[in-house]
């Protein structure tokens, strides 16, 4: 990308999800601090008139859509409102009167039920917030709709699941305008725990796993999650819940429905899947951090659980993927 400033315009309307709206707002203005004028950002809505988020923040916004001029990028967040009859129509029209001059639109959340009928997205891969994947899937067959990605780049059309994952998918956007320096830098300021690429799965196995967890096995999956580095041995397991190791086996069966040993493993291979995408460290090293007891048995695991070795599963979810392919609209 070249030096210009980049000018970028979120649409909201009443009962849009704040967080939706914001995230993104926070991390283009953490870009700015990082790198002065990168961008200019603009909150709008259909009229210029005043709107209420679902947790009931008023905002008034820089002006009507019609009024922001030349766009780059336009930004549309979910919300209830937008599932609401007569709402998702009118933005669906202003988002193709505006479509030719974009370089990128993009879906946050359920954002998708007003860029659907548009048909501005139909016959692209698309995502969504977990929960309406099925409804978004049924009322609008002409999305490939892909229930289980944090975020999806379909040539300009970018959709992304939900809440935070907006944060995921505007990174990805400065990524692919000013590079990965930029985009990690400001996941380090806004603290993200880690710049996840779009492969990623919305709903991961730790918080899975915590959030079957029952009474005595509520602390240890939490502890678990936190040390899996440390000793993870059924004996080990056992003696932090006070069980012999037959009923620790027995009782963590019914509760999870898989063998300690399995889980441990599944664990520690969704950790180390985090390592490989956000980091550089080698898979030795990887595979001491997340408690393998060496690199060819953390290869053996991953290969048998991904059908992938994990330099191959780097490669190709790494941040960089996602921008060197696509249609031509964002390609660097």
């Known amino acids: 990308m070249d030096d210009a400033t980049i000018r970028v315009a979120l649409l909201g309307y009443d009962d849009v999800q704040t967080l939706d709206l914001c995230g993104p707002l926070d991390a283009f203005g953490s870009a700015n601090g990082i790198r002065r004028g990168g961008y200019v950002t603009r909150v709008v809505s259909l009229d210029g008139a005043p709107f209420v988020s679902e947790t009931g923040l008023r905002i008034t916004p820089d002006c009507a859509l019609a009024d922001a001029g030349p766009l780059d990028t336009l930004i549309l967040p979910g919300g209830a409102g937008l599932r609401r009859d007569g709402v998702a129509g009118g933005i669906a029209e202003a988002l193709k009167g505006r479509a030719p001059a974009l370089r990128r639109l993009v879906s946050i959340c359920t954002g998708i039920y007003g860029l659907a009928p548009s048909g501005l997205a139909d016959g692209c891969r698309v995502t969504t917030h977990w929960k309406f994947a099925a409804d978004v899937a049924a009322r609008f067959p002409a999305l490939k709709v892909t229930p289980d990605a944090i975020f999806i780049k379909e040539g300009w059309i970018y959709s992304s699941a939900g809440i935070t994952a907006a944060i995921d998918v505007t990174l990805a956007l400065i990524e692919e305008d000013y590079g990965p320096k930029l985009a990690l830098a400001v996941a380090r300021d806004l603290v993200v725990y880690v710049k996840r690429s779009g492969g990623q799965r919305q709903y991961s196995e730790p918080l899975r796993f ?9 602390e240890l999956a ?19 819940t006070a069980l012999s190791p037959r009923q620790f086996n027995r009782r963590f069966k019914e509760v999870f429905g898989i063998a300690p040993a399995r889980q441990v493993e599944m664990l520690r291979l969704e950790a180390a899947c985090v ?42 979810f790494s941040p960089l993927r996602d921008i060197t392919q696509g249609n031509g609209h964002a390609q660097i």
């Open 222 to 240: 939490a502890w678990m999650i936190s040390n899996l580095g440390q000793d993870l041995t059924v004996e080990a397991l056992a003696a932090r």
């Open 210 to 218: 915590q959030a079957q967890a029952q009474d005595r096995f509520a």
């Open 275 to 316: 390592h490989l995408t956000g980091s550089g460290a080698g898979m030795d090293r990887i595979a001491d951090i997340v408690g393998f007891k060496s690199g060819d048995a953390f290869r053996r695991a991953f290969n048998r659980r991904y059908g992938v070795p994990p330099s191959i599963y780097r490669e190709r």
